[in-house]
């Protein structure tokens, strides 16, 4: 199993979600708002007010899912994300151990 994680301009959101709601093997997907800034600090149009800092704001999607499907699904964020413009955001692949269902008990693969 693998988790994908994609950190997304919040514009993009709904077009991704929409070009993986019919992805056959998707089974879910979290989706959290998040802020920070990427390669070039002057990019992230950060400024100190008060000493606190006004981050970017970002969309981070988090998907576990079967390794076969790992590139099939970060190709469809990246096209559907993708802008050509800075900032675009980024994906990250990750080895899962294992999960478990709680109502379940059920544990790797059949979990999801």
């Known amino acids: 199993m693998k988790e994908i994680k994609a950190y997304i301009k919040p514009n993009m959101l709904t077009n991704i979600v929409m070009a993986l709601k019919d992805f056959h093997g998707l089974t879910g997907l979290t989706?959290?708002?998040?802020?920070?800034?990427?390669?070039?600090?002057?990019?992230?149009?950060?400024?100190?007010v008060d000493d606190l800092v006004d981050y970017v704001p970002h969309v981070k999607i988090e998907i576990v899912c079967k390794d076969d499907l790992v590139d099939k699904i970060v190709a469809i964020i990246e096209k559907t994300a993708h802008t050509g413009l800075s900032?675009?955001?980024?994906?990250?692949v990750f080895n899962v151990?294992?999960?478990?269902?709680i109502s379940t008990g059920e544990r790797g693969e059949s979990a999801l």
């Open 31 to 48: 989706i959290s708002k998040v802020q920070g800034f990427g390669r070039i600090m002057e990019d992230a149009r950060h400024r100190m």
């Open 87 to 92: 900032g675009d955001g980024i994906i990250f």
């Open 97 to 101: 151990e294992t999960a478990t269902r």
